[in-house]
T-cell receptor, first 112, second 111 residues
Framework: DAGVTQSPTHLIKTRGQQVTLRCSPKSGHDTVSWYQQALGQGPQFIFQYYEEEERQRGNFPDRFSGHQFPNYSSELNVNALLLGDSALYLC???????????FGQGTRLTVV | QKEVEQNSGPLSVPEGAIASLNCTYSDRGSQSFFWYRQYSGKSPELIMFIYSNGDKEDGRFTAQLNKASQYVSLLIRDSQPSDSATYLCAVNDNAGNMLTFGGGTRLMVKP
C-alpha cells in the first residue's frame, strides 16, 4: 500500500520564478492538505482540498494556489518566488476531512 | 489566533527512562489531538492520536488529554536512543480542515 508520495524531493529556484509541487495521497484517502515548514518551526497550514475544492486556507498570500484532480492527487503552485519561500513543503492526506493525516516525504524548496 | 505551545527543549533523558512531552492549546473547540515524530531532515510521522479525555496507550507511548485544562501530553516509556527526534503536537479544529502545530520539542535519549 503506497503512502503519500510527493515530487520532486528537492528543488532549487530563482527569486521571481514559479514552481509546481505534486502530491499523490495514500490509497483510499480523498483529502489533501499542504503545509509549509520553515527550519526549526512546526508546519504551517497552507490550504486543504476535498472534492476538488479548496475548503480552507491558512494565512498565505494569493501567490500560493492549488488544485485537486479527480483521482485525488494535488498540486501546489507558488508564483513570484521570494527568498522567504524556502522551506520544506509537506503534503498530508486523510480520509474525509477530520481524521488522522499522514505526511509525504516533503519537497525541499530552496529559492536563491 | 489559535495557538499550540510546546517547550522547545531539548529534553534530555537517559536510556530506559520515561520521557514526558507537554503541549497546551488555546482553542477550546478543538476536537482531535495528534502527536507526530520528526527525525532531522525527514517528514512528520504520526505516532498517536486522541479524541477523548483521559489516557490512550499504544505500546511504549501514552497520550493524555485534559480538555478542561487544554492540555495534552505524550509519555514515552523505556526511552531508546532511536526515540531521539522532534515531537510535534497538533490540534484539529471543529471543521476538521486544518492542523495547528506547536513548534515541537526536541527529545534526546542518551545511552
Amino acid at each position: 500500500d503506497a503512502g503519500v508520495t510527493q515530487s520532486p524531493t528537492h528543488l532549487i529556484k530563482t527569486r521571481g520564478q514559479q514552481v509546481t509541487l505534486r502530491c499523490s495521497p495514500k490509497s483510499g484517502h480523498d483529502t489533501v492538505s499542504w503545509y509549509q515548514q520553515a527550519l526549526g518551526q512546526g508546519p504551517q497550514f497552507i490550504f486543504q482540498y476535498y472534492e476538488e475544492e479548496e475548503r480552507q486556507r491558512g494565512n498565505f498570500p494569493d501567490r500560493f494556489s492549488g488544485h485537486q484532480f479527480p483521482n485525488y492527487s494535488s498540486e501546489l503552485n507558488v508564483n513570484a518566488l521570494l527568498l522567504g519561500d524556502s522551506a520544506l513543503y509537506l503534503c498530508a492526506s486523510s480520509l474525509r476531512r477530520n481524521t488522522e493525516a499522514f505526511f509525504g516525504q516533503g519537497t525541499r524548496l530552496t529559492v536563491v | 489566533q489559535k495557538e499550540v505551545e510546546q517547550n522547545s527543549g531539548p529534553l534530555s533523558v537517559p536510556e530506559g527512562a520515561i520521557a514526558s512531552l507537554n503541549c497546551t492549546y488555546s482553542d477550546r473547540g478543538s476536537q482531535s489531538f495528534f502527536w507526530y515524530r520528526q527525525y532531522s531532515g525527514k517528514s512528520p510521522e504520526l505516532i498517536m492520536f486522541i479524541y477523548s479525555n483521559g489516557d490512550k496507550e499504544d505500546g511504549r507511548f501514552t497520550a493524555q488529554l485534559n480538555k478542561a485544562s487544554q492540555y495534552v501530553s505524550l509519555l514515552i516509556r523505556d526511552s531508546q536512543p532511536s526515540d531521539s527526534a522532534t515531537y510535534l503536537c497538533a490540534v484539529n479544529d471543529n471543521a476538521g480542515n486544518m492542523l495547528t502545530f506547536g513548534g515541537g520539542t526536541r527529545l534526546m535519549v542518551k545511552p
